[in-house]
T-cell receptor, first 114, second 116 residues
Framework: AQSVTQLGSHVSVSEGALVLLRCNYS??????LFWYVQYPNQGLQLLLK??????LVKGINGFEAEFKKSETSFHLTKPSAHMSDAAEYFC????????????FGTGTRLTIIP | GAVVSQHPSWVICKSGTSVKIECRSL??????MFWYRQFPKQSLMLMAT?????????EQGVEKDKFLINHASLTLSTLTVTSAHPEDSSFYIC????????????FGPGTRLTVL
C-alpha cells in the first residue's frame, strides 16, 4: 500500500521568498512521484514528476523537487514566489510510470503575501 | 494539451434522488477513466476505474450499487450517485490516462455535489 503525507495544510510566504512544500511518501515498491497544482475551479495540472534517473526534477513555472529515497521525501521548492503561485498543491505517488491510480496527499494551500 | 471536461460543475439535489455526472475527453479517446472523490480538507480518493465496453473496477470500500459508472463511448464516462444522501456530498473529479504523445494524466475540473 502507498501513502502520502503533506505537512502543513496551509503555507504562507511573501512574494519573492522561497517556497517549500513538504511531501513524504510510503511505498513498498520504487515509487513514481508527482506534484500537481489546482487553481480555483480548474482541474489538476501536473507540475513535475519523478520516475527514474536524476533525483532533482525541474517542472513548470520555476518549480523543482528532489527525490530523497533515504528520507522518503519529495519536497517541492521554488526560489522566488510569485503572486500567481497561489493555489492548492497536491503530492501524489504511483507504482506505475504511466501515473495511473494515483494516491494523493491531503494538499497544501499556498498563499502569497504581497 | 488534452482536455477533460465535467458536467455539471456543481449540483444541488434532494436526499433520495439520483445525480449523473459526465466526464468527457474533448480531443482524444480514453478507453479508461478514473473517478476520484475529494472531501473538504482531505486528499483525492480513487473510487473506481471505468473501462469502455466493460464493467468498472471499484476500489475497496466503494459501493458499486451506490456509485454507478458507465463508460458509454471512447470519450464519455458517467458517474451516477443513486439515492443520494447528505454524506454523499463531496467534490467528484475524473481523469484520463495519458493519451498518445503525452506523459501525464489529465484531470477534469471537478463537480461539487451537495445533497440536502
Amino acid at each position: 500500500a502507498q501513502s502520502v503525507t503533506q505537512l502543513g495544510s496551509h503555507v504562507s510566504v511573501s512574494e519573492g521568498a522561497l517556497v517549500l512544500l513538504r511531501c513524504n511518501y510510503s511505498s513498498s515498491v520504487p515509487p513514481y512521484l508527482f506534484w500537481y497544482v489546482q487553481y480555483p475551479n480548474q482541474g489538476l495540472q501536473l507540475l513535475l514528476k519523478y520516475t527514474t534517473g536524476a533525483t532533482l526534477v525541474k517542472g513548470i513555472n520555476g518549480f523543482e523537487a528532489e527525490f530523497k529515497k533515504s528520507e522518503t521525501s519529495f519536497h517541492l521548492t521554488k526560489p522566488s514566489a510569485h503572486m500567481s503561485d497561489a493555489a492548492e498543491y497536491f503530492c501524489a505517488v504511483s507504482d506505475q510510470a504511466g501515473n495511473e491510480k494515483l494516491t494523493f496527499g491531503t494538499g497544501t494551500r499556498l498563499t502569497i503575501i504581497p | 494539451g488534452a482536455v477533460v471536461s465535467q458536467h455539471p460543475s456543481w449540483v444541488i439535489c434532494k436526499s433520495g434522488t439520483s445525480v449523473k455526472i459526465e466526464c468527457r475527453s474533448l480531443d482524444f479517446q480514453a478507453t479508461t477513466m478514473f473517478w476520484y472523490r475529494q472531501f473538504p480538507k482531505q486528499s483525492l480518493m480513487l473510487m473506481a476505474t471505468s473501462n469502455e465496453g466493460s464493467k468498472a473496477t471499484y476500489e475497496q470500500g466503494v459501493e458499486k450499487d451506490k456509485f454507478l459508472i458507465n463508460h458509454a463511448s471512447l470519450t464519455l464516462s458517467t458517474l451516477t450517485v443513486t439515492s443520494a444522501h447528505p454524506e454523499d456530498s463531496s467534490f467528484y473529479i475524473c481523469s484520463a490516462p495519458p493519451p498518445p504523445l503525452y506523459n501525464e494524466q489529465f484531470f477534469g475540473p471537478g463537480t461539487r455535489l451537495t445533497v440536502l
